[in-house]
């Protein structure tokens, strides 16, 4: 792997442990990976910050750290809203471990945004190379942007972040780029929610695995885009799909198709993955909900008093700016908090069933709260949430 005189000299320990232990993870998973050099990140999206996920081992590794991120670096959620924590009836000894890696982060000079849309809040464009971890926030930025991000892990992205760089392969060599099979969906319905697209995304991330594919016969928009790809990393590990004359680089490099392997999927078969069950709390914001999303709750919600907790999540930065939807969704008795999610939170783990409108949340909510999970649309969400 070819190292620049730079790189060279933080390998080498010229500026310090820290800076040549994490240039030492990079160097190690470039040469796993074969990347012949680092490319230069735009920026950084790091995981591992949730208690719940990285506990004492994690906090005190990130304490012996000593240096500062050289590119925007944000946090994937964390396990309580920092703020509003109490209201979360999160246990204080979980919250102050919390705090403390949070704190840990901020000295590395990682933005306190924990969320898994940083789309929302850093500049993102079409061939930037990034290093974003989470699955979802992967997803989105290789397949509806077209920038250039591989999975990092907690580590390997926290490494870039303070580096500003990361080995050049995987998904940031266009050769690996280009769709292997069609997805072929039969009777989309014209108009839908952003659920149906997470139900879609749930069933094509368990035939998709990690190969690239290319959908036709849909058009979704953005966040129906959002909830494809966040389902299908959660079932498959899809970090990497087109939907032919929508996403960008479909329409920049019109993949011919014709030649490839061709999987369909019905709308009797994503009808399916809905359920009828009762729940007893309800959770929306998986990815964490746009302006839009948050606007379209609160005018579904005017006028509505919740008897069913439900949940509402966004990042902090999004909250801020649509005061006026957050203002109308808590007065109808809901919850809407920053920071965290119904996955990576300890605060959901009291209910037995969970209704929710994205796939990925199906797909996580029986392994890491221990509650059942239905799937339905957002009206579905909010009348279970109002009776
Ligand atoms: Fe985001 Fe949590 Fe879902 S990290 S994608 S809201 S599981």
Redesign the pocket.
């Known amino acids: 792997m070819f190292l620049t005189a730079e790189e060279e000299a933080v390998l080498a320990g010229e500026e310090g442990p820290t800076r040549q232990q994490l240039m030492e993870i990079l160097v190690a998973m470039g040469k796993v990976f074969e990347a012949e050099k680092m490319v230069p990140i735009r920026s950084a999206q790091v995981s591992g910050a949730s208690y719940k996920t990285i506990g004492r081992w994690g906090l005190e590794w990130l304490s012996s750290l000593d240096a500062k991120a050289s590119v925007p670096a944000i946090l ?2 964390v396990g309580m809203d920092r703020i509003r924590w109490k209201e979360m009836d999160i246990d204080p000894v979980f919250a102050k471990n919390q705090l403390d890696v949070i704190a840990a982060y901020e000295r590395l000079g990682i933005r306190l945004e924990c ?3 940083p789309y929302y809040l850093t500049i993102t464009e079409y061939g930037d190379h990034l290093a974003w971890s ?4 992967v997803a989105y930025a290789n397949s509806v942007i077209g920038a250039r991000t591989n999975r990092e892990g907690g580590p390997s992205a926290l490494a870039a972040a303070i580096l500003g760089r990361t080995p050049a392969y995987g998904l940031h060599l266009v050769e690996n780029r280009t769709p292997v099979f069609t997805f072929h969906v039969e009777g989309a319905p014209e108009k839908t929610d952003e659920s149906w697209y997470g139900a879609l995304g749930y069933l094509a991330g368990k035939i998709a695995g990690n190969r690239v594919p290319i959908f036709t016969g849909i058009r979704p928009s953005r966040d129906q885009l959002k909830n494809l790809g ?1 389902a299908m990393a ?1 079932t498959g590990a899809t970090a990497l799909y087109h939907v032919q004359d929508i996403t960008p680089e479909a329409r920049v490099f019109k993949f011919d198709t014709t030649s490839l392997e061709s999987i369909t999927i019905t709308a009797s078969e994503v009808a399916d993955v809905y359920s009828s069950a009762e729940p007893d709390a309800v959770a929306i ?4 909900c746009s302006d839009e999303e948050l606007t379209k709750i609160a005018e579904k919600l005017q006028g509505c008093r919740v008897k069913k907790p439900l949940y509402v ?1 966004a990042a902090r930065d999004v909250i801020t700016r649509s005061a006026k939807a957050v203002g109308t969704i808590e007065k109808s008795g809901a919850k809407v908090y920053a920071d ?5 939170s300890p605060a959901l783990e009291q209910y037995k069933t969970i209704m929710v409108s ?1 796939g ?2 199906l797909s ?1 909510v029986p392994n ?1 709260c221990g509650a059942a999970s239905v799937i339905g649309t957002l009206d579905d969400c909010l009348s279970a949430a109002c009776r």
């Open positions: 994937n959620p969320t898994c849309t989470e699955s979802s926030a966040a959660a914001g998986c990815p964490h999540f965290t999610c119904m996955v990576v994205s990925k949340a996580y890491m």
